[in-house]
């Protein structure tokens, strides 16, 4: 590689960075603090404000709330005031109405919340679904139990933070395509019409418009998941390390159960207890009645201790006996009838049960509190907003960011970096928040700079995209 490509990329990385507002999630999240912005939860609405339905009358999802007053400097949204984010988070998740306030809305309140309460959702507010309820963890809910109808409140901490157009979203990229298509549009116009005359003539492709310089327009693909994070790094003061979410689970949940203080409070026995009722039974169960009695013997006993976890408050701490008798119960078993395994269960268990307990908590500062520093320790890499990963060729970066303003990444048909809409708000599938939209990509609502100027949000269009 020639410095000369290098520089030309960095060069492209430099020319087109636009600052934006990163809605950092900060974990633990009473670590940050305290304010009015927020994901999920509930809104703080202006008294009489009512919550915003869909032309049939559907209550939209609440999504998030951002307080500007929050923004200690200078940006393009108003200087004070709340931004209401509201989305129909239904089956299919596809925003394209032509109707801005069909799938979207966003409300503006020019005070700030302090003497808002918060807003009671509608009674007729539908699951997260709607027809086909999404839970962040569907494995956790028992038969006969509502699905949620509202996303797990988590604290935003705006920051500021450079961002960088996706590849095709470099203007030299879109004329070229645009370019390519205009002429391959009148090529084939021309051949139409003329074989009129000359019916054999061949509907072929016509040259394509000036190249791209590739080598330069590759290289600064390689470059901006690198930029993305190093951004993200000066944002937060958070170092993007190596970890992958995936193998890493039982080394988290071993790490949680080898403090023998755990489980401290009653939400972890009674989230393992939902991990044990809802697992998944061996295929060979049904041909082996020791297996089938083993199963119903663990059953059983996941039912006695979720009962008595349902009689008391999750925050309730656990005494020295009942800790004791579980650590001993969910230490023990077995994988399978004759088949030790002492532990296996208890870190799988652990770690499914500390998504849900360290989520459902971060809207509650004193019930985040209560959680062990050694479980938030263990659990650090799963709520991760970037991880890096491994592919066969290279290493690439799985980003699950929010931000307002600059230069979103797109799982579709990026917008032009020159494009004059502006991003009021987008939020990445996020596995810490537990919500995602299409398939694993995002939710953008879109802006006029006019509007924006004259703090009308009337007109704001959302679009969710997905892989």
Same mark, same amino acid.
């Given at each position: 590689?020639?410095?000369?490509?290098?520089?030309?990329?960095?060069?492209?990385?430099?020319?087109?960075?636009?600052?934006?507002?990163?809605?950092?999630?900060?974990?633990?999240?009473?670590?940050?603090?305290?304010?009015?912005?927020?994901?999920?939860?509930?809104?703080?609405?202006?008294?009489?404000?009512?919550?915003?339905?869909?032309?049939?009358?559907?209550?939209?999802?609440?999504?998030?709330?951002?307080?500007?007053?929050?923004?200690?400097?200078?940006?393009?949204?108003?200087?004070?005031?709340?931004?209401?984010?509201?989305?129909?988070?239904?089956?299919e998740?596809?925003? *394209?109405?032509?109707?801005?306030? *069909?799938?979207?809305?966003?409300?503006?309140a020019?005070?700030?919340?302090?003497?808002?309460g918060?807003?009671?959702?509608p009674?007729?507010?539908?699951?997260?679904?709607w027809?086909?309820?999404?839970?962040?963890?569907p494995?956790?809910?028992?038969?006969?139990?509502?699905?949620?109808?509202?996303h797990?409140?988590?604290?935003?901490?705006?920051?500021?933070?450079?961002?960088?157009?996706?590849?095709?979203?470099?203007?030299?990229?879109?004329?070229?395509?645009?370019?390519?298509?205009?002429?391959?549009?009148?090529?084939?116009?021309?051949?139409?019409?003329?074989?009129?005359?000359?019916?054999?003539?061949?509907?072929?492709?016509?040259?394509?418009?000036?190249?791209?310089?590739?080598?330069?327009?590759?290289?600064?693909?390689?470059?901006?998941?690198?930029r993305?994070?190093?951004?993200?790094?000066e944002?937060?003061?958070?170092?993007?390390?190596?970890?992958?979410?995936?193998?890493?689970?039982?080394?988290?949940?071993?790490?949680?159960?080898?403090?023998e203080?755990?489980?401290?409070?009653?939400?972890?026995?009674?989230?393992?207890?939902?991990?044990?009722?809802?697992?998944?039974?061996?295929?060979?169960?049904?041909?082996?009645?020791?297996?089938?009695?083993?199963e119903?013997?663990?059953?059983?006993?996941?039912?006695?201790?979720f009962?008595?976890?349902?009689?008391?408050?999750?925050?309730?701490?656990?005494? *020295?006996?009942?800790?004791?008798d579980?650590?001993?119960?969910?230490?023990?078993?077995?994988?399978?009838?004759?088949?030790?395994?002492?532990?296996?269960?208890a870190?799988?268990?652990a770690?499914?049960?500390?998504?849900?307990?360290?989520?459902?908590?971060?809207?509650?500062?004193?019930?985040?509190?209560?959680?062990?520093?050694?479980?938030?320790?263990?659990?650090?890499?799963?709520?991760?907003?970037?991880?890096l990963?491994?592919?066969? *060729?290279?290493?690439?970066?799985?980003?699950?960011?929010?931000?307002?303003l600059?230069?979103?990444?797109?799982?579709?048909?990026?917008?032009?970096?020159?494009?004059?809409?502006?991003?009021?708000?987008?939020?990445?599938?996020d596995?810490?928040l537990?919500?995602?939209?299409?398939?694993a990509?995002e939710?953008?609502?879109?802006?006029?700079?006019?509007?924006?100027?004259?703090?009308?949000?009337?007109?704001?269009?959302?679009?969710?995209?997905?892989?």
């Amino acid at each position: 590689m020639t410095m000369d490509l290098e520089a030309r990329a960095e060069a492209l990385v430099e020319r087109y960075s636009r600052p934006a507002i990163l809605l950092h999630r900060p974990y633990p999240a009473h670590s940050a603090r305290t304010g009015n912005s927020h994901f999920g939860g509930l809104p703080s609405l202006p008294p009489g404000t009512e919550w915003p339905r869909t032309r049939a009358g559907v209550p939209l999802h609440f999504l998030c709330q951002v307080d500007c007053g929050e923004i200690d400097w200078k940006t393009e949204l108003p200087d004070c005031g709340i931004l209401y984010f509201f989305g129909r988070d239904d089956e299919e998740q596809i925003w *394209e109405s032509e109707d801005p306030n *069909e799938d979207c809305r966003v409300l503006y309140a020019p005070a700030g919340p302090d003497s808002f309460g918060e807003t009671p959702p509608p009674s007729d507010l539908p699951p997260i679904g709607w027809g086909y309820p999404r839970r962040a963890f569907p494995e956790l809910a028992l038969a006969g139990e509502p699905a949620e109808r509202l996303h797990h409140r988590w604290p935003i901490l705006p920051l500021a933070m450079d961002t960088f157009p996706d590849q095709g979203g470099l203007p030299e990229a879109v004329e070229h395509y645009e370019e390519s298509g205009r002429r391959f549009s009148r090529e084939v116009t021309r051949r139409v019409r003329l074989r009129r005359f000359w019916p054999w003539l061949r509907l072929v492709p016509p040259a394509a418009a000036p190249a791209l310089d590739e080598p330069v327009w590759d290289r600064y693909g390689e470059l901006l998941p690198l930029r993305r994070a190093r951004a993200f790094e000066e944002a937060t003061g958070i170092e993007v390390v190596e970890d992958d979410p995936c193998e890493m689970q039982f080394a988290r949940g071993q790490a949680i159960f080898a403090d023998e203080t755990f489980p401290q409070h009653w939400i972890f026995i009674h989230l393992m207890a939902r991990v044990a009722l809802c697992r998944g039974r061996p295929a060979q169960t049904a041909d082996d009645p020791g297996a089938t009695e083993f199963e119903a013997r663990i059953d059983a006993q996941a039912r006695a201790w979720f009962d008595r976890s349902c009689e008391v408050a999750p925050e309730t701490p656990v005494d *020295e006996a009942d800790r004791r008798d579980f650590r001993a119960w969910v230490g023990n078993l077995e994988l399978r009838p004759g088949k030790p395994s002492p532990g296996h269960r208890a870190a799988s268990w652990a770690f499914t049960a500390a998504i849900p307990a360290i989520r459902s908590w971060a809207g509650d500062r004193d019930r985040a509190a209560l959680i062990s520093p050694r479980i938030y320790e263990a659990m650090a890499d799963f709520f991760h907003s970037i991880h890096l990963q491994h592919g066969a *060729e290279k290493d690439w970066y799985t980003f699950q960011l929010a931000q307002m303003l600059g230069l979103p990444p797109a799982s579709q048909q990026p917008v032009s970096a020159d494009d004059p809409a502006i991003c009021l708000l987008n939020l990445a599938s996020d596995a810490g928040l537990g919500w995602s939209f299409g398939d694993a990509g995002e939710a953008t609502f879109w802006i006029s700079p006019g509007d924006l100027a004259a703090k009308d949000f009337s007109r704001v269009r959302g679009v969710i995209d997905g892989h």
